[in-house]
């Protein structure tokens, strides 16, 4: 009994671990959103949360990274930037794909030996996510300075 309890506290530990650096992740998501200008941006800045409904967030996340991937073209076109004709959109989509693969488990036998495979998976996903994440986080700070240069630095809303 003793060790069912703390497989369950180890698991629980594990899931907070990963809901923190989703919230971050999903963070840089939601203020790179904002930074977009109204007019350009292909979803409103707070559906980034959806992100974070079991189940629904597998679909929105194709959603995400293809809107995001358009309002920032947009938005780098409309402040004289020279647009590569998809900003993100690789590794994004990359991260969506395997993300989906990574729930193969849950509708598939998979067998013992073959077990390797969903660690592959894992792997690749967490790769594509941090590939993003840092692809992201460049635009977002692109945008950033340029809003500072724009508005002289004075919002404090993103």
């Known amino acids: 009994?003793?060790?069912?309890?703390?497989?369950?506290?180890?698991?629980?530990?594990?899931?907070?671990?990963?809901?923190?650096?989703?919230?971050?992740?999903?963070?840089?998501?939601?203020?790179?959103?904002?930074?977009?200008?109204?007019?350009?941006?292909?979803?409103?800045?707070?559906?980034?949360?959806?992100?974070?409904?079991?189940?629904?967030?597998?679909?929105?996340?194709?959603?995400?990274?293809?809107?995001?991937?358009?309002?920032?073209?947009?938005?780098?076109?409309?402040?004289?930037?020279?647009?590569?004709?998809?900003?993100?959109?690789?590794p994004g989509m990359g991260y969506a794909v395997f993300t989906v693969l990574g729930f193969l488990p849950y509708l598939t036998t998979i067998k013992e030996e073959r077990m390797w495979v969903i660690g592959l998976i894992g792997v690749v996903q967490l790769i594509f996510m941090v590939q993003y994440w840092m692809k992201i986080s460049w635009y977002k700070r692109v945008l950033e300075n340029t809003f500072e240069e724009e508005t002289g630095g004075d919002d404090e809303t993103v």
């Not at 998501?29 to 109204?38: A, E, M, Q, S």
């Not at 007019?39 to 990274?65: D, H």
């Open 1 to 90: 009994m003793p060790t069912d309890i703390q497989s369950l506290s180890n698991l629980g530990l594990v899931a907070l671990i990963l809901l923190v650096i989703l919230f971050f992740f999903y963070r840089v998501l939601y203020r790179t959103f904002l930074l977009i200008k109204p007019e350009n941006r292909k979803l409103p800045a707070y559906t980034v949360w959806l992100l974070f409904l079991p189940g629904f967030n597998i679909v929105w996340l194709f959603v995400v990274v293809g809107a995001l991937t358009d309002s920032l073209a947009k938005e780098l076109e409309s402040r004289n930037y020279e647009v590569p004709r998809q900003p993100a959109f690789r």
